[in-house]
């Protein structure tokens, strides 16, 4: 069982960020690699849930521009280290041993259970370390334009989900964006009411995320769910859900949503909502990664 310690360490430069007037996850990151979530830049693994939220937040406050990640070991390996004085970051993950229950089954075999255990490494940005020889793939400087293009891929991930299992989506809402889970639909704004085509799209993932929470689907609602209201519980909870699923998915097709309002009554709501209780991104960010990778799959 994670301590209220080490909850408090892996929010902190998400606090950090809000009080200075920044959404983390509202920018997702254009680094020089081309890859805009943090990664391991010695196995090339992805980074989840809070840990993403966390890790943005970091390198936004520190300036670094690379999202690529080593361990002390890890760098040591790549024939470098971390530069004198710089100081490591946290990521959190989980082991799951088994243990002996000290009980047999009907043949006479002991009965093991598996016990997920928090844990926590330390990590630096490869900006931190000098002498490291780092993989090709980390040094691709440019993503070619003439194979992706980014707002093509976000049409095709909502298309393909709303077909399979997510929500109707009209555009009908006004000036208001908006899911409904009684009627499993998402009301937006006409596309032309958008600056932004990107903002369009950081909208739409924004509420597809929500939508997730479908009975049907990952059941975070009740049949006759309503929209909450600003600064309730239900609304910080749920909200910092869909937050996190939009930026992932913003990520994902390299949409930046940097654009969107950072009102000093939004960010007052989510600084209140996380020093009153520190799991509170922990367990959001899990439920946005299990959101995320419904949306994704069902591209498959």
Known sequence: MATQKQYEAITKAIIEALESGTVPWRKPWNSPEGNAFPHNASTGRRYHGLNVLNLWA?????????QAWLTEKQAISLGGKQKEGERYHFVYWYDFPKVDTGKNDSKGEPIL?????????????VEQCEGIKLPKRELVTDTPTDTFNPID?????????????????DHNGGDRAFYRPSEHAVHMPKQAQFEETGEYYSTLFHELTHSTGHKTLLGRFEETSEPVHFGS???SKEELVAEFGNAFLCAEVGISNETIDNSASYIQNWLQALRSD???????????????DLILGARV
């Open 233 to 235: 519980e239900k609304y």
């Open 113 to 125: 259970k598996t016990i997920p255990i928090f844990k926590m490494s330390k990590v630096y940005n």
């Open 153 to 169: 891929e976000a049409e095709a991930i909502a298309s393909a989900f709303i077909a399979n299992g997510g929500p109707s989506v």
């Open 58 to 66: 970091i390198a936004l406050k520190n300036g670094y521009e690379s």
């Open 278 to 292: 520190y799991k509170l991104a922990l367990v959001a960010a899990s439920k946005a990664q299990k959101a995320v």
